[in-house]
């Protein structure tokens, strides 16, 4: 009886251990990024980084889309605000956002690696849309540019214009943040950003498949658009 008194105590000891590493790594896993990184990080050291690490195979060496994008998944990266990249990198990781391959990176790529790639998208030409030169979209852009700078207040739809600036590149940097506690570059350029990944965006918001956003404000602004007024919506911003 003595040796299997001692056999249980020992294994209880080893499952008490395994669960107070496990409880460390989530509680580690869970830990915002070192945003500090980004102000000495190399945007010549991320362009061979970028390589060295795939993200080339989607995203270019310009912050372009540079595969098959069909499905949505695949944003530009041109220009855009490094401390947003770098959350979106570590919600990936964490599990704040949802993207099986994104995780997988996320999970591989430590923080100044990553400041580092983020600071040569950044360093990029701002993206840019293609306008509808024929006017086949023209219907639905004038409804898209309604709503980005007007939203709708009957319908609690939060005009896009109020976070996102004019151009949708974002906001004067001496503008005090929308959002309270959020600075202005953790709103991500969304101005010529790809037709297709924003339309997945946007119904990831609505649907509540994204929701990691300040306060859920995107959940909350995109709840009440129609099929209609989404399409529009990324009609007009694609275009920017």
Not at 78 to 106: E, I, S, V
Not at 203 to 228: F, P, Q, Y
């Amino acid at each position: 009886m003595g040796l299997v008194f001692g056999f249980l105590r020992r294994c209880g000891a080893f499952l008490l251990h395994s669960f107070w590493i496990s409880i460390i790594c989530v509680a580690a896993s869970a830990q915002e990024p070192d945003y500090a990184l980004l102000e000495s990080a190399s945007a010549e050291n991320g362009k061979h980084l970028s390589n060295d690490e795939r993200c080339q195979e989607c995203h270019g060496v310009d912050g372009n889309i540079h595969a098959d994008n069909a499905s949505g998944k695949i944003p530009k990266l041109a220009g855009q605000h490094p401390a947003y990249l770098l959350k979106q990198f570590n919600d990936f990781r964490t599990g704040d956002r949802h993207h099986d391959f994104m995780a997988m990176m996320a999970r591989t790529v430590d923080d100044e690696t990553a400041a580092d790639i983020f600071a040569h998208y950044a360093a990029q030409p701002a993206m840019r849309g293609e306008p509808d030169t024929q006017g086949q979209k023209a219907g639905a852009s004038s409804l898209g540019k309604k709503l980005y700078l007007e939203g709708d207040a009957t319908r609690q739809i939060q005009a896009c214009v109020q976070c996102h600036g004019t151009d949708g590149r974002g906001l004067a940097a001496d503008q005090p943040s929308p959002i309270a506690g959020l600075e202005l570059e953790f709103i991500p350029v969304i101005g010529g950003q790809d037709w297709y990944y924003l339309d997945q965006q946007l119904r990831d918001w609505r649907n509540g498949e994204r929701a990691n956003s300040a306060d859920g404000i995107m959940n909350k602004v995109t709840a009440n658009l129609r099929d209609d007024e989404l399409t529009a919506l990324v009609d007009y911003l694609s275009s920017l």
